[in-house]
């Protein structure tokens, strides 16, 4: 089946970039997402790319897809301790249909 | 934006009885809904899929029997937990399934944190 993989934890210093990996196992991806979870709360959902789609911007959220290794990546411009979170990857063959989590990577910032 | 809620936030609640976790979408209609359950430190598990006006969709090793779900109407979706352990404590978290221009994603409640003793 498919299996999303994050690595658990990634620490910065406040106005540093983040870079939070995802790989991904199944080739039938269609979309990829990222999702934030604050303490206590609902994922909220950041941004999304479509597999036909090597990068995305969105302000200081840059996505990058390498589609033959299978591979995400979330990058956080000039972090700031508000990033501070659990984030998600999460795929799904189609756009209606279930999406498989990743166990999400605690980004912790240091001011 | 599309807006998800939940009720109860929270709930604590005795071994042996039933609690029902509610989660509506606000502003838009949902056909799908999904209930995952997260564990601390822990991924989202997703536990069922839930249609409107059909039998909600159970993913394999979560019992329908115990966690009965029932999508009445395009707003709402309801979980119970029945005959609640404590080993069923948990976050409960429901997403409800709308469009972000051209593409369906998911929006998610806040969450139902349930305490069983």
């Known amino acids: 089946g498919e299996d999303v993989e994050q690595s658990l934890f990634l620490s910065v210093r406040e106005g540093d970039s983040s870079v939070i990996n995802c790989t991904y196992t199944d080739s039938s991806s269609t979309y990829l997402y990222w999702y934030k979870q604050e303490p206590g709360a609902g994922l909220q959902l950041l941004t999304y790319i479509f597999s036909n789609m090597d990068m995305k911007q969105d302000q200081r959220l840059t996505v990058l897809l390498n589609k033959k290794d299978k591979h995400l990546s979330l990058r956080i411009a000039d972090t700031q301790t508000g990033d501070s979170a659990i984030y998600f990857c999460a795929e799904s063959m189609t756009n209606a249909g279930k999406s498989t989590f990743g166990d999400g990577t605690t980004l912790t910032v240091k001011p | 934006g599309a807006v998800v809620s939940q009720h109860p936030s929270w709930v604590i609640c005795k071994s042996g009885t039933s609690v029902k976790i509610e989660c509506r979408s606000l502003d838009f209609q949902a056909t799908t809904m999904f209930w995952y359950r997260q564990f601390p430190k822990q991924s989202l598990m997703l536990m069922a899929t839930?249609?409107?006006?059909?039998?909600?969709?159970?993913e394999q090793g979560v019992e329908k029997d115990k966690f009965l779900i029932n999508h009445a109407s395009l707003t709402l979706s309801t979980l119970t937990v029945t005959s609640a352990h404590p080993e069923d404590s948990s976050f409960y978290i429901c997403?409800?399934?709308?469009?972000?221009?051209?593409?369906?994603?998911?929006?998610f409640g806040p969450g139902t944190r349930l305490t069983v003793l």
């Open positions: 839930s249609n409107e006006g059909s039998k909600a969709t159970y």
């Open positions: 997403s409800a399934r709308g469009t972000s221009g051209s593409m369906y994603t998911q929006y």
